[in-house]
């Protein structure tokens, strides 16, 4: 039997960027498992039949909760589905499944992005100053505290235990699906030579020099940890002008700040900014060790690109995706985002090829490259959809 299944995300856009990329990706694993997957999006520009926009009329970029909502079960009276697996905290779906984690954990982490302790206090005073946030925070608090409810998706232990941790939620509701991704084909080899070629000229080095790169990845390049990243490297390079150590940097966001940063700090030769990639699996390509010292990422897709691509990793506790891999055999695992001293350390080990020749061959080896596939959540998932219906045919 085949199973209607409606996954409901605010916009239907993969250009958007992780969640959006990633539900695509999602609905592609689970039909192929043959389930019959329906997008109920608030907006959106995809024609594909199994995509349905709700609210095309509504002003804005955004789309308000109340008002998806009602759209929402509008569109459930007049069409079955078996299964109703939601992004966004509607307490009506059978799943909730936050793709960046909870809200009341994000305010937080969001607050310790800021080195400044006027700043944070600035933020934590403001912090409910965002309505539609807001909103979203308390029907998520709602769900979450409720005896029942939607059955609880987590994407990672770190956020399973943001539920327990933020809203004391009975560990009984919450069930941890780790987050996957697409496994693609290779990159051309001509594509990625290319982008080498163009980052060698930006650094003003040459194959000779033997460098390491190591790979940043993201857009919020604050939360995501790149001033940071950028302070370990003068650090580094203070202790041994001689370092082979250089980063490239991917993401379009806010470059110029962090170009300034690069320079006031002397650094600005060992970085290349890329600005916003078509492709990231060229870059990881010709890179050798992907970091990300974020404050907080549910489960980061360019952490388990790396990972699929076979590259060591660096990130830190607060991000999901350190489930995937083990500290000190496939990567490095941070405590603290804003350690400056650990994060530069931790670029020292791998500037040794031997450290990243043992992690990659690590990775292999263990074959993290299935364990990071969507196909593996679309199976796991399964099993939670079929359970769902079996209780629900009992009751």
Known sequence: MTYKIAIIIERADTALGGAERSVSELTGALNAADFDVHILAAKGNSQAKNVHILCPGSPGKRTGFGVFGRAIKKHLSENHYDIVHSVLPFDFADIYQPRGGTYAESIVRNIATYQSGIARTFKSIFAFANFKRTILLNAERKLSQKTDGPRIIAISQYVAGQFQKHYGTNASRITVI?????????PEKSEADNL???????????????????????????????????????LLLSENPQSPAYLVVAG????????????????????????????IHSALAVTDVAVLPTFQDAC??????ALAAGKPVITTIFNGAADFYTDN????????PDDIAEIAETLVYFTNPANIRNASEAILEDNIKRQVSVTRVAGQLKAVYEDI????GQR
């Open 178 to 186: 780790p987050n996957g991704i697409e496994i693609g084909s290779p």
């Open 196 to 234: 080498r070629r163009n980052i060698f000229a930006s650094l003003n080095i040459k194959e000779s020099d033997k460098p390491v790169l190591f790979l940043f990845a993201g857009n919020d390049f604050r939360r995501k940890g790149l001033g940071c990243l950028i302070k370990a490297m003068r």
């Open 252 to 279: 379009h966001r806010g470059i110029s700040s962090y170009q300034k940063l690069a320079e006031k700090l002397n650094v600005a030769g060992r970085v290349a900014f890329l600005g916003k990639l078509g492709n």
């Open 300 to 305: 980061s897709r360019f952490i388990l690109e």
């Open 329 to 336: 055999r496939h990567g490095r695992v941070i405590e603290r």
């Open 389 to 392: 219906i079996k209780v629900r």
